[in-house]
């Protein structure tokens, strides 16, 4: 399927321009495929979910692990590190999320800030790869780690893992059974790609257990984490106002709702070029511009919000600027976002040397050095 990426043209106009004008500039919002209504389904097919908790229980009972204890708390006893981890990637970031639990019981959509981040049904969180999630995949650049220390209670492998659309094929998961009971499921990985430990085998947080991919019931790259108490009642692990699963947050450091950041920066002689599911992606980086090459210079957002004003800087080797300007998105919120500028003959006449693509957004600078040379 199409990437679905919407701008007009009035929305990337740049404000406070000075120095060399770019000659076209473009972008918007990327809607990630888990994110829209259409493809919105349960995860995992009901008769699926049931084998993987009946293979959860079963192993549990024969390694002697923590039971159901009464009259427990909706709470868990163990505090998430971040289940994600770049593998070998220099990006500032690498994902965005899409969907978070439904808290409502009902058809209405509600996540746990009372927003709607999430569809009908879903029991889990989505970090989907962003940007270039099939690329990201296909080079094993995002890993999945485990939240918690804990023993491997369940695991599948060997499923087809270039999906596209819902379906009720299995996934790729590895189940971790805590200390107290609890279990978090780690669904949707590349196939091949899970961790080699068996069955009973501990795992410790931040332990490697696969790499993010498309398989099973899904329609892009992504990790989709689920958790259970040792009641198996199921837990949002993000606190807030409309979490009526549980009251207490399962993050040792809860992320903000708009996690807004900048993924990624690319400098290259070609745009970017998004592709359709499941092809990847052609990011086409090319730090070494020549005098009069046109040059793109494109940023890749997560949770950009339109109060948040970005400031961007080319810079000559010498350190004078060679263009600024500031941009705003036009929405309020876009879980992943691009824009970008470009010069059809960039630099004609140089200077040689090392530049820099700058931008301060949300108090942190991000910035991409390139070369420039006849
Ligand atoms: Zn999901």
């Not at 919407?6 to 473009?26: F, K, L, M």
């Not at 590895?174 to 430990?197: E, I, P, R």
């Not at 837990?235 to 807030?240: E, K, L, S, V």
């Not at 005098?291 to 400031?311: C, K, M, W």
Request: glycine share 10%; hydrophobic share 35%; proline share 5%.
């Amino acid at each position: 399927m199409l990437p679905r990426l919407c701008a007009a043209a009035d929305e990337t106009r740049p404000g406070n321009v000075q120095g060399v004008v770019a000659d076209a500039s473009g972008g918007g919002e990327y809607v990630s495929a888990e994110n829209t209504a259409a493809q919105a389904g349960e995860h995992l097919s009901p008769a699926l979910r049931q084998q993987a908790w009946n293979e959860i229980r079963r192993n549990a009972r024969k390694l002697g692990l923590a039971t159901a204890s009464q009259g427990a708390s909706k709470l868990i006893g163990v505090t998430f590190a971040w289940p994600l981890a770049g593998n070998g990637l220099s990006d500032p970031g690498y994902h965005a999320i899409s969907n978070f639990v439904d808290q409502a019981s009902n058809s209405q959509v509600l996540d746990y800030n009372c927003g709607a981040r999430s569809y009908n049904g879903h029991r889990g969180t989505d970090y989907y790869l962003w940007p270039f999630s099939w690329y990201k995949m296909d080079n094993n650049q995002v890993k999945v780690i485990a939240a918690a220390a804990g023993t491997i209670v369940a695991r599948s492998d060997g499923n087809f893992d270039r999906s596209c659309s819902v379906n009720n094929n299995n996934w790729n998961a590895v189940y971790v059974q805590h200390s107290d009971g609890s279990v978090a499921w780690y669904g949707h990985m590349k196939n091949g790609s899970l961790t080699a430990k068996g069955i009973g085998a501990s795992v410790a947080q931040g332990e490697y257990l696969g790499i993010v991919g498309s398989s099973g019931s899904s329609t892009e790259p992504h990790l989709h984490f689920e958790v259970y108490d040792a009641n198996s009642n199921l837990i949002d692990p993000y606190a807030g106002s409309c979490n009526g699963l549980n009251l207490q947050t399962a993050w040792a450091s809860q992320r903000a709702y708009y996690d807004s950041a900048i993924n990624k920066l690319i400098v290259g002689t070609t745009p970017p070029a998004f592709s359709t599911c499941p092809n990847a992606e052609s990011p086409n980086e090319n730090t070494s511009i020549h005098y009069g090459q046109p040059a793109n210079f494109s940023t890749f957002y997560r949770d950009q919000l339109n109060s948040q004003q970005s400031q961007y800087r080319i810079v000559r080797p010498n350190g004078t600027v060679f263009a600024s300007w500031t941009h705003n998105s036009p929405a309020a919120h876009y879980s992943s976002s691009w824009w970008y500028w470009n010069w059809s003959s960039f630099a004609p006449t140089g200077p040689s040397g090392t530049w820099r693509f700058e931008v301060v957004y949300n108090g942190q600078t991000y910035s991409q050095n390139f070369t420039v040379s006849p």
